[in-house]
């Protein structure tokens, strides 16, 4: 991806987020519209949960043990953006232990040093998702420290040490110079100290989703009939169950289908006819997949994480030009001309039924995308970042 001519340039950013290329998500679209313009340090850490004895927990540790494992150069360069680099620091996943979360800390930042002086690398740009990041920020001779709040991890779904992960973001707050959010509740909880706070919703790549290649029906979906109901992303507990299952009840003539990672029971699902679960696809094909859908669907229980929540797929739906029902999230109000929004299971079911009549020309759903593009919002960070460095006073032997 060549940078847009209105992203900053010639800058070494240090970021701190999920692991590069494992799922798409929104600190690794909007970076990729400071590529190659711009030299990224990845930094991929830890997760912020204490690890349980779960089949998901096994495999995530033995992701983390390959990366730290991988040869060096291997790991980044291999299959990597140009001027992207990545490294995984060796660290240990019981933080709420005082000396292992030291341990952690200097790991993390002799690592990031190690990798930042082999770069050339100077007062760099720090970016940083996750909470976790309030113990190395400061430490790395940062020009600027952004924090880009994407959630609140203290209500994710199986969080078990949120008093933790609160303390480690109200430090990482503490030293932000700036924040910036993705939802409105998030904005006005999270605010920066030193300097402005702004909000900036997630973005959605058209290209990727309004023209999606034929993709062959999994096996799963083979003898699946129209009209197909269709949700797409990581069922947790989030996910209305009790909802879902009223809605395929009431809707014998549709397909339901859902695609994703399963972290809560549908067997209460599973034992209708016309519902379908498949396992996660990769983000090439799940337009693919997704355009097999006749509406698509957002069945989330509204709760306190939800209306601090601004879900991807929302935006990826529209761009799908697919009719859209979701309950009634905070985030999702300010595109209820372009969507239905239910209350409760009565008017799910409803809004379903009249979204499978709709025959608005899909142009005409897709107009909501105007200026929420990924490119959209990584030029107005790009402005910001650019804005508060230009207010900082000049730094003796500063890289330019």
Not at 58 to 72: F, G
Not at 155 to 182: H, Y
Not at 296 to 316: C, M, Q, S, V
Request: proline share 9%; aromatic share 8%; net charge positive.
């Amino acid at each position: 991806m060549n940078t847009s001519p209105s992203i900053l340039k010639n800058r070494d950013f240090l970021v701190f987020s999920d692991d590069w290329g494992r799922h798409p998500f929104s600190c690794q679209h909007i970076m990729r519209h400071f590529l190659p313009g711009n030299r990224v340090l990845w930094v991929q850490t830890i997760g912020l949960r204490t690890p349980r004895l779960t089949l998901y927990d096994a495999r995530r540790s033995v992701e983390k043990l390959r990366s730290w494992l991988a040869p060096k150069d291997t790991e980044q360069q291999a299959h990597l953006p140009e001027n992207l680099h990545v490294v995984s620091p060796v660290m240990i996943p019981f933080n709420r232990i005082p000396g292992i979360r030291a341990l952690n800390r200097a790991n993390v930042v002799r690592t990031v040093r190690r990798a930042m002086r082999a770069l050339g690398m100077h007062s760099p740009v720090l970016l940083a998702t996750l909470p976790d990041a309030g113990d190395y920020a400061g430490c790395f001779d940062e020009r600027l420290i952004v924090y880009y709040c994407v959630d609140d991890f203290t209500l994710w779904p199986q969080m078990n040490q949120p008093e933790l992960v609160r303390d480690m973001e109200n430090v990482l707050v503490s030293k932000a110079d700036m924040v910036v959010a993705v939802s409105r509740a998030l904005f006005d909880t999270r605010k920066s100290p030193h300097g402005p706070t702004y909000l900036l919703p997630h973005g959605v790549d058209p290209a990727h989703f309004d023209s999606p290649a034929e993709e062959p029906a999994p096996a799963e979906l083979a003898d699946i009939t129209k009209p197909v109901v269709g949700f797409y992303g990581l069922i947790d507990t989030h996910f209305d169950v009790a909802m879902m299952e009223e809605t395929v009840a009431a809707s014998p003539d549709c397909s339901f289908v859902c695609v994703g990672t399963k972290r809560t029971s549908l067997a209460d699902l599973e034992r209708f006819p016309n519902f379908r679960w498949i396992s996660a696809v990769p983000y090439a094909r799940l337009p693919g997949i997704a355009s097999r859908f006749d509406v698509a669907i957002i069945p989330y229980k509204i709760n306190k994480h939800t209306r601090t929540a601004n879900p991807l797929k929302l935006l990826e739906y529209i761009a799908l030009g697919k009719p859209v029902v979701t309950t009634a999230m905070p985030e999702a109000m300010r595109f209820e001309p372009y969507i239905r929004i239910a209350r409760d299971s009565a008017s799910f079911i409803r809004a379903i039924r009249s979204a499978l009549s709709d025959t608005t020309p899909p142009e005409t759903r897709r107009a909501a995308l105007q200026g929420e593009t990924w490119a959209d919002k990584a030029t107005l960070l790009s402005c910001w970042i650019e804005k508060a460095l230009a207010e900082l006073p000049p730094r003796q032997g500063a890289h330019p």
